[in-house]
């Protein structure tokens, strides 16, 4: 059964940066082959996509973190990161990691707080 943790969330001051962790398990022969995202929901407000990497590594951002976020995949590891710089209050929300296909698979979620 394939489960995903995040890690990484936390409090920081707008301008600041974070690198989120998802550790996906109970997959290792096929890690490699999963379309992977992060997604974000802020308080009272619907879960929204944040980024996507596919098996070939190729990424796609939304409009709003594109040029302030990296995602990137660790195939040895079974890892997926989240690189978030220049951090607005408006990206404060649970981030959740996710594999996209070719199951669906949701992480619990890591507070992210911009706050100044």
């Known amino acids: 059964q394939v489960q995903l943790v995040e890690s990484g969330g936390g409090l920081v001051q707008p301008g600041g940066s974070l690198r989120l962790s998802c550790t996906v398990s109970?997959?290792?022969?096929?890690?490699?082959?999963?379309?992977l995202g992060w997604y974000r929901q802020a308080p009272g407000k619907r879960r929204e996509w944040v980024a996507s990497?596919?098996?070939?590594?190729?990424?796609t951002y939304e409009d709003s973190v594109e040029g302030r976020a990296t995602i990137s995949r660790d195939n040895e590891k079974n890892m997926l990161y989240l690189q978030m710089n220049s951090l607005k209050p408006e990206d404060t929300a649970v981030y959740y990691c996710?594999?996209?296909?070719?199951?669906?698979?949701w992480g619990q979620g890591t507070q992210v707080t911009v706050f100044s």
């Open positions: 996710k594999v996209i296909r070719p199951v669906e698979v």
């Open positions: 109970g997959t290792s022969a096929t890690f490699s082959t999963y379309t």
């Open positions: 990497i596919g098996r070939a590594y190729g990424t």
